[in-house]
């Protein structure tokens, strides 16, 4: 019998967040990526643009300042319609997305950028 894989869904990610949609927020997704739910995000200081995290980056994209809580597809155009978590939430760590090569303390690091904004990294909840 073949394996059923089911996709990754919001229940996955968040574990709570704040009442009346307060962790969520509506922002821009910059062209040219595809990104998944449970994505880490940088924001861009020139464009005030969402882009996966770059840790090396002197452009606001080494600060995490949310995870993505739906597909986006901005491949080829920027999307205007992404939804992420941007505070007082609880996600799970497993269900996070990362850029290849990030390193262990990197990741450390950016979480604790999420901390700061009361989006708490837990194991499971």
């Known amino acids: 019998m073949p394996a059923i894989t089911q996709a990754k ?3 996955d990610l ?3 967040e704040a ?3 307060y ?6 997704v910059a062209a040219g990526q595809n990104l998944q739910l449970g994505a880490v995000l940088g924001r861009k200081t020139a464009d005030g643009k969402l882009y996966a995290p770059n ?8 600060t995490a300042v949310g995870v993505l809580a739906t597909d986006t597809d901005a491949t080829l155009i920027d999307r205007d319609d992404a939804i992420t978590v941007a505070r007082h939430a609880i996600v799970t760590r497993s269900a996070l997305i990362w850029p290849a090569g990030i390193t262990g303390p990197q990741k450390a690091a950016a979480e604790a950028q999420l901390t700061a904004l009361g989006i708490l ?3 499971s909840a």
């Open 9 to 11: 869904n919001l229940g």
């Open 14 to 16: 968040l574990k709570y």
């Open 19 to 21: 009442p009346n949609l």
């Open 23 to 28: 962790s969520r927020e509506a922002a821009t």
């Open 55 to 62: 840790p090396s980056a002197s452009d606001g994209t080494r």
């Open 121 to 123: 990294v837990r194991e």
